[in-house]
């Protein structure tokens, strides 16, 4: 059974950067394709990052250009780097496996994160 633990959120000035991780265990590398959601208060759930099984990417629009996405399969680990953050940024973030990716998330998601906050001020 896969379990995800999210780490790295914080608060920051727009601008910022900051690089969240998201710890996999009980999976083995390639199994699934992994992504980066984000929950803004009264908004739904949206995916922005992407990594595909052969280690491709797929960003959400807002994000293309200022998040990437990455894994370190010794350390199993899976980061989203996020510069040039904006105060829309603000979400909690949650990392996720799944089947494959469309856009920015991943299709139907086996495992979830507990999620991290970001938090980006103007």
């Known amino acids: 059974q896969v379990q995800l633990a999210e780490s790295g959120g914080g608060s920051l000035q727009a601008g910022g950067s900051l690089r969240l991780s998201c710890a996999v265990s009980?999976?083995?590398?390639?199994?699934?394709?992994m992504a980066w959601f984000r929950q803004a208060p009264g908004k739904g759930r949206e995916g922005v990052a992407c990594?595909?099984?052969?280690?491709?990417?797929s960003y959400e629009i807002s994000v293309k250009g200022r998040f990437t996405i990455s894994s370190d399969n010794a350390k199993n680990t899976l980061y989203l780097k996020m510069n040039s953050l904006k105060p829309e940024d603000t979400a909690m973030y949650y990392c996720?496996?799944?089947?494959?990716?469309?856009?920015?998330?991943?299709?139907?998601?086996?495992?979830w994160g507990q999620g991290t906050q970001v938090t980006v001020s103007s």
């Open positions: 996720a496996t799944g089947e494959y990716c469309s856009g920015g998330s991943v299709m139907s998601p086996n495992a």
């Open positions: 009980g999976y083995t590398a390639g199994s699934y394709s």
């Open positions: 990594l595909w099984r052969d280690g491709s990417t």
